[in-house]
């Protein structure tokens, strides 16, 4: 397999000596799918992002215990793509001697189901993904690691080689160019490995092109052994977040970014005949920091659902009634007990009607730090849901209603309870953001701009909490639009100099709280009116972004 490439090699090289040199194959963008059963639950969405992302090679992790049939349409369709679809398998355990039967099982696992595929059901080659160094004892026993890691891989190559149809590769770091092979001490593990094999992705992960610390400059003695060992090169960058190494990930600066620089790359490796493309870890987390689909209109009409069981009674009818009402906004209140599939047909049809559909929960008593957990396990649950449906069927984001001056504490030491909610803010909003794409939002009383922040006396309160969210909803309950108005342009003139939004909800609800409050007397023509007005004088804050109706149930029985 290896000495036809070479072969194949000189006689290009050779045909461009004399006619001048131009590439012999269209240059390879993959991604690697390390979740196999997401090609069981979202299929045809995996091929339309490999489409819109211009992906030709997929490096798909095979759960040996699944059956044939389990693969089989979905490497048809891509192979239709025109989209190749490689195994990878690997773990760092897999170096050892020990585990070298468990590595040739993913072999005899591909050639087995190709003999039973169909040509365009088949799978093109198996990439190793092993490193090594991840095993605690690398450090002090490194090269005996590393012989049994070389004989390993010499199997491998070895099985795959007899069945010409299939390509060899591996992923490897782009620094084992700096460790010596044992016994061989002139040849760098790097080079020993480019090699074995037919393609190699360098896994480059950096977030720049140019400077000492820059992937040209860390792969540049790769792609120099790649180039003389006639081995195909991809260089992989990672989407991953690493918070700890922002460097390390373009999650930071996010695919549009990460998108120019990889365009770059052509131009800059052009003299070197190895370069084949780019490779990007990994379409989970590609696909979650790409964005999402925009919703109808830049401005939000929002309303809440407080009553989860609305969701499994009347879908049907709230889905209707937001139609009409032009809604593209809606907090839904989650029952934690229902299972996870009790959501996903609702926020997929919400979804494409153009309304972001946010998780809600809350309590008043969740503001103080004893009730943390509380919030924790609402985040989990939706992060958990999130991963396990498709990306027309997952929140955009968590939204938290915690009103703590309701609770007598809040009248025997307010600033305690302040640093309390504080701090389950920063914790709600940092694990929101940990590894996802979800907006975090609270509601918040407008009045709170009158009130300290604990160890900050000249910053008001709500200008605190707009800075941490991603969008605050106001609750800016009065039933005139001057009122509403002067409630909120404060913060919005804050919320615009951070580049933050703001929602302005008003309510419809019955109160007893005095004239003003609500627009339950007055009815819901004369808020549409009111709300215009609102609009029209918010608008010119690029920090407005709409409004949100108090609540769904109310709004839907309110008086014309």
Known sequence: MKAAR??????CLTVGFLFGFSPAEKKSKATWIWQSEMIGREKQEILDFCKSNEINLVYLRIEMNKPYEYYRDFIREATEMGIEVHAVAGHPAWALKSNEKRMMNIVHWVKSYNSE?????????????????????????????????????????????????????????FWLDDIPVPGQEEMSL?????????????????????????????????MKEADELETRVL???????????????????????????????????AQHPSFSGVAIHDYR????????????????????????ELIGTEKEE??????????????????????????????????????????????????????????????????????????????????????????PVWREDKEAVLRQWMGNIEAFVEETKNETSLEASVDLAAWLDKTPTPGQPELPFSHWMIKQLDHTTLMAFRDQAPRIIGLVENQMKYAESIQKKLVVAVETKESHEGNGITFYEEGMGEMDRQLDLVTKALDRYSSYWGIAIHAYDYWKNGKE
Request: proline share 5%; with cysteine; aromatic share 10%.
């Open 235 to 269: 260089v992989a960058v990672n989407m991953k977040p690493l918070p700890d190494e922002d460097h390390s990930s373009f999650a930071e600066e996010g695919p549009a970014y990460m998108k120019q620089q990889l365009e770059q790359l052509p131009a800059h490796l």
């Open 318 to 407: 709230i889905l209707s009634f937001v139609k009409q009402n032009g809604v593209n906004l809606l907090y839904v209140r989650l029952d934690l007990e229902q299972p996870i599939s009790y959501y996903r047909d609702f926020v997929r049809e919400a979804r494409e009607a153009g309304i972001e559909v946010h998780a809600m929960g809350g309590h008043p008593i969740w503001a103080m730090s004893e009730n943390r957990s509380k919030i924790m396990k609402l985040v989990n649950w939706v992060k958990a849901y999130n991963e396990s449906v498709s990306t027309e069927e997952q929140f955009h984001g968590i939204h938290l209603d915690i009103e703590p001056y309701v609770l």
């Open 285 to 308: 987390y590609w696909k979650e920091a790409s964005p999402l689909p925009p919703v109808t209109n830049r401005r939000y009409k929002g309303t809440y659902i407080w009553r989860a």
């Open 190 to 222: 790097s080079k020993w490995m480019i090699s074995q094999f037919d393609t190699v992705c360098i896994m480059a992960y950096r977030d720049t092109l140019s400077g000492q610390n820059g992937i040209l400059n860390l792969i540049d003695q790769e």
């Open 117 to 173: 595929a169909q040509k365009n059901e088949r799978i093109r080659g198996i990439q190793l993904d092993i490193e090594p160094y991840l095993l605690p004892f690398w450090e002090t026993d490194q090269k005996r690691i590393i012989r049994e890691w070389q004989a390993n891989v010499q199997a491998f190559t070895a099985e795959v080689s007899k069945d010409q149809d299939l390509v060899a590769s591996a992923a490897i770091p």
């Open 6 to 11: 070479i072969y194949l090699s000189v006689l």
